[in-house]
Structure formats: structure tokens, C-alpha cells
């Protein structure tokens, strides 16, 4: 008897590899079989090999679909956006298996799959229907970590446990968990309510090597998504410690360099900015950085005094391989990383003559030419520029080039030492209590003397230094109130002395106004802290009406969602 492609789909039904190679062996078998000659005329053997061919094209049909799968899957693999990769997938499997609609569902919980895509077989969103579907099939599937394929529910013996299965006249459905890893990621579902879209063991085969080649790439998209989420509340976080309205103090000076700020930050201006170590030039900085038109480009800081002159050129301006010794790879430099951004270089009364000339020459053409380059790079930067010295002084004195002084004080903020804004050292003591004793920090923690060593100590570090002081005495004082002693030593010795006294009675006015405005300050601050924050309970408490308390909180700078969020 001759064996064509009947005997082949026998075969594949036993098991064994269905190539062209076994076909072919198979029918020179059957023809040397002893009176094959003589049984097996023309058209027989015509039959048998238009038989071979058919099996033939089946099997190259099947290639061309396997084929077709790995460049869909190719392209899930390369896809990186979560949402691209979900509805990428989701068309896929639809379009393998032929099916009228399909469902993708992620873990968000160990025991709770979400819907995060609904398609149908013309590639329409679903979102009105996302609910029609059968979610104990879903968990079954899920516990059992395997496929669960339905081909006729007409003959399912667990019909009758799945009502929403026949009320919504289903015809044929399956349930492919993917997985990365040993973890189940979530479950795609599939269903056919036309008789001529029902599902065969290959078929669902098919879709569940998609599902477990795309899995990684799901598993990857989610990662970069989380990446993303964190990164996006990261930056929302820094926004708001960037916003003009962060920074702590009511004092004029203050006050005055904040409004300059204001005016200054939208636009592309080169600022300078002066003041003494520690009084928050860096800061000031980020601040007009991230209200400018560049908040989405990069800030690149430079330290010109935390570098050797004779590299600092190279770390501005770049080099290629080789420039020099030592340059073993090329270095764009400062100036080229903040290219659409800000640069801010700090300590810049530190530059060199040579470099300061070079540095005159890129803010007056825009262009820049790296070490062991000849041809030039146009840069687009905004400079900022930062210095503890008064550069009017140093160009004067010929330590800095008189044009480069003009080119970067376009806008010149001058940022007050602590001392010169003495009635801002309660709002910083707060913050700085809030922040290195979250838990309990309140200036109500102060014992009585404390905050007046503060106010008369003249902090030649200036605010950071008195981080640093507050920072010591959270740590000195454990969980109880902080006391003079846990002060440093040349804070706390620091006593009021004839130099302290007015020496007029314009001084004497000032000083008085100022000791009326930290009385205050502390009062209220102590009434909000036993009342939590609430407004209404403080003023009842202190005896006052709660439109007086409010005014007197605005006039002192206190807000009482700051209550709130340090509770």
C-alpha cells in the first residue's frame, strides 16, 4: 500500500517529526515494498506525490507563520514603552489565533489581576466591555500556571460553573498565563463566539510561545515604567524644593535677592551670583535653572576651585584621545553636557587670565574649540556664574578681566549673610528641626536661651553653618529637648556684650522690632504645635480670634500646612 501525506499526519499524530525528508522516505518506502511495481500504477504515484506537495506546502505554510511570529516578536522585544508593548502584544495574539476579541490582564496584587488592554480583532479598543469576562476562569488559570484551552463549551464539563461563559454566548475561549522567571506577570484571554473563529491545540500553542517570548520584554517595559513613575515624583519633589516660594525667610534682604531672582529666571540672561560661603548661591541657582525656559535640559555645575588650573580648561572646553597625556578617551567637557541647559560655575573668580579669555570668547560667539580639535562647536548655554568675592574688586585690581566681569553681570544677586538677616534664624531652626528630627522637631523643642545664642551668634558659615549646628544638637539631645550645652562651643559662648547693645535709637527700634518679631514667631509656633496644626484650635487656645491669629501668622511667614505634612 502506498503512504502519502495520510500516513505523514499519522505520524505526526504518534509523534514523530513531520520534514520533508520523512515524506520522501516514506513514499520510496512504499515503493520498494515487494509488489509495489506491479500495484502501483501512473496515477497512484501521481496522486501520491500531488499528495507529497500538499504536505509540502502545509509545512511551509506553518514555517512562514512560525516566521512571521518571531518578527512580531522581535519587535515586542525592541519596544521599551509599557503602552506600546501591552497593545503591540495584545494585537498579536488576536491576529495569531484568529480570535473576535482579547483580553490582557497584569498582576498589581499576588491575588488580583487588572485589565490594562481590551482589542478586538480589528484592532479596536474594548474599554466599554473590559469587565465581559469570565474572572474565575482568569484565577483558575492563574493557580494552576498553565494554559487552559476551552475549543467548544458546548462540551466543557465545568459549563455550568460559569454563568457570565453562557450568558454572554461564548463560543470557544482560552487562557494563557506569561511568566519571566518562574513569575507570573498576568494572563491573556481570548474568545470566539463565531463558529468559524474556534480555537485548536495549535492554535493556543502558538499564542502561548508568544506570550512566554514576549514576557521579558513586558517584564522590562514594566521596570522602565516604575523607573519612569519614580523618576517623574523625583523631579516633582525637586520642583517643589526648587520653587522661588521654598526658600526659608521673610527678612527684606531676602526678600529683595528673591524678587531679582523672579524677574531674572525666565529668561536667558547671564546672572551672578555673590555672597558669602554658605548662603545658598548653589541653591539660588537650581532655583533659576528650573524657572527658566531650560528647566528640561540639563544644570552642569562646575567647581573652578575644586580643580588644578591646569586641567580646568580641559574639563570646561573637552578633548579628544590623545590631546594630551593621559587623555585616554574623549571628554566632551562641561560646557558641550549642558548643551540647551544651564551651566553654573562656581568659585569663578578662581579661573586663570588665559582661561578667563577663552571663556569671554565662548560667551561672546557661542562657540567652543576642545583640546587636540582644530574645528569649532557652536553650544547653546546659558551661564550662571558664582563667587564669594566681589569681582568689581577683583577687576579693578586687575586679578579679572574687566570684559568678562561686564559679560557676566548682566544681573548681579547679591545673596545677605545670616547675620544681616537675623530674623530668619527661628524659620531656619524650624526647618532644620523638621528635617534632622522629623518625628518631633518643633522650635518648642528648644530650651529657653537656646534660640537667643542663635540670633546673637553672627555665623561666618551662614546658613550652613547653622544646619550643622542644628544637626549636632538633634543628635546631642536624643529624644529630649535641646539645651544650651548641646550647642557648639563657640555658639553658646557667645553672650551679649556692650557691642551687642543699640548704639542709637534708630538701632534700638530695629532691635526691639526684631526681638517683638521672634516673640511672636514663637508663640505662635508653639500654640500650633500643641494644637497639630489646626488654625481654629490654636487661636482658641492662645485666647485669640482666628482672623487675628492668621494675620499674625501671614506676617511672620508661618503656614500651617507645614503642620500637616510633619505631623
Not at 520498494?32 to 502545509?58: F, M, S, T
Not at 541647559?341 to 569663578?348: A, S
Not at 562657540?367 to 564669594?388: F, P, S
Not at 527700634?509 to 504645635?529: C, G, I, Y
Request: charged share 30%; net charge positive; aromatic share 4%.
Amino acid at each position: 500500500m502506498l503512504y502519502g501525506w495520510g500516513r505523514c499526519r499519522k505520524l505526526k499524530a504518534e509523534g514523530e517529526a513531520t520534514t520533508v525528508d520523512k515524506l520522501i522516505d516514506s513514499l520510496i518506502r512504499s515503493l520498494r515494498e515487494p509488489g509495489a511495481a506491479e500495484a502501483v500504477g501512473p496515477k497512484e504515484l501521481v496522486d501520491a506525490l500531488l499528495d507529497l506537495r500538499g504536505g509540502v506546502r502545509d509545512l511551509q505554510a506553518e514555517l512562514a507563520a512560525y516566521q512571521d511570529m518571531a518578527r512580531k516578536v522581535s519587535t515586542i522585544l525592541s519596544e521599551l514603552d509599557i503602552e506600546v508593548v501591552l497593545t503591540r502584544l495584545l494585537d498579536t495574539a488576536v491576529e495569531l489565533s484568529g480570535a473576535e476579541r482579547g483580553f490582557l490582564m497584569q498582576r498589581v496584587a499576588p491575588d488580583r489581576l487588572e485589565v490594562v488592554r481590551a482589542r478586538d480583532f480589528g484592532k479596536t479598543d474594548l474599554n466599554h466591555i473590559r469587565e465581559e469576562f469570565s474572572q474565575r476562569v482568569m484565577d483558575e488559570s492563574v493557580r494552576a500556571d498553565r494554559l487552559l484551552l476551552v475549543a467548544d463549551v458546548r462540551e466543557w464539563d465545568a459549563l455550568h460553573e460559569h454563568s457570565s461563559v453562557r450568558r454572554q454566548g461564548i463560543l470557544s475561549f482560552m487562557v494563557v498565563p506569561f511568566r519571566s522567571d518562574g513569575v507570573v506577570l498576568g494572563v491573556l484571554y481570548l474568545d470566539s463566539r463565531q463558529p468559524a473563529r474556534v480555537f485548536t491545540p495549535e492554535v493556543a500553542q502558538r499564542v502561548d510561545l508568544l506570550a512566554q517570548q514576549a514576557a521579558p520584554a513586558l517584564r522590562q517595559a514594566n521596570i522602565l515604567a516604575e523607573l519612569k513613575r519614580a523618576n517623574g515624583a523625583m523631579r516633582e519633589q525637586f520642583r517643589r524644593l526648587t520653587a522661588i516660594e521654598s526658600v526659608i525667610g521673610t527678612s527684606p534682604a531676602l526678600q529683595k535677592a528673591l524678587a531679582a531672582v523672579s524677574c531674572v529666571a525666565p529668561t536667558n540672561a547671564p546672572v551672578l551670583l555673590t555672597g558669602e560661603t554658605g548662603t545658598g548661591k548653589e541653591l539660588i541657582a537650581q532655583i533659576i535653572h528650573r524657572n527658566s525656559p531650560r528647566s528640561d535640559r540639563p544644570l552642569v555645575t562646575l567647581n573652578c576651585a575644586a580643580i588644578p588650573p591646569d586641567l580646568l580648561e580641559a574639563e570646561l572646553f573637552g578633548y579628544r584621545q590623545g590631546a594630551f597625556t593621559g587623555a585616554v578617551r574623549d571628554n566632551p567637557g562641561k560646557i558641550s553636557m549642558a548643551e540647551g541647559g544651564t551651566l553654573l560655575l562656581d568659585e569663578i573668580s578662581e579661573l586663570s587670565a588665559p582661561l578667563q579669555a577663552k571663556l569671554l570668547r565662548f560667551i561672546q560667539l557661542g562657540e567652543i574649540q576642545r583640546l587636540g580639535e582644530r574645528k569649532t562647536l557652536r553650544v547653546d548655554v546659558r551661564i550662571l556664574a558664582a563667587t564669594n568675592r566681589d569681582l568689581s574688586i577683583e577687576a579693578q585690581e586687575g586679578r579679572f578681566r574687566r570684559d568678562l566681569f561686564y559679560r557676566l553681570s548682566v544681573i548681579n544677586i547679591h545673596l545677605p549673610p545670616l547675620r544681616e538677616r537675623r530674623e530668619d534664624i527661628p524659620l531656619l531652626t524650624d526647618h532644620f528641626l523638621r528635617v534632622h528630627r522629623p518625628q518631633s522637631g518643633r522650635l518648642s523643642l528648644l530650651s529657653r536661651g537656646v534660640l537667643d545664642c542663635l540670633q546673637r551668634y553672627d555665623f561666618p558659615g551662614n546658613v550652613r553653618e547653622l544646619e550643622s549646628a542644628i544637626r549636632r544638637c538633634c543628635i546631642m539631645a536624643g529624644e529630649g529637648n535641646i539645651r544650651r550645652e548641646h550647642l557648639p562651643e563657640t555658639i553658646a559662648a557667645s553672650p551679649a556684650t556692650s557691642g551687642d547693645l543699640p548704639a542709637s535709637s534708630a538701632q534700638l527700634k530695629e532691635r526691639k522690632r526684631r526681638l517683638v518679631a521672634d516673640l511672636e514667631r514663637a508663640f505662635l509656633t508653639a500654640a500650633l504645635d500643641r494644637a497639630r496644626g489646626s488654625v481654629s484650635r490654636a487661636a482658641r487656645e492662645a485666647g485669640m480670634k482666628r482672623s487675628r491669629f492668621q494675620f499674625l501668622m501671614r506676617r511672620r511667614g508661618l503656614d500651617s500646612r507645614r503642620w500637616r505634612k510633619n505631623p
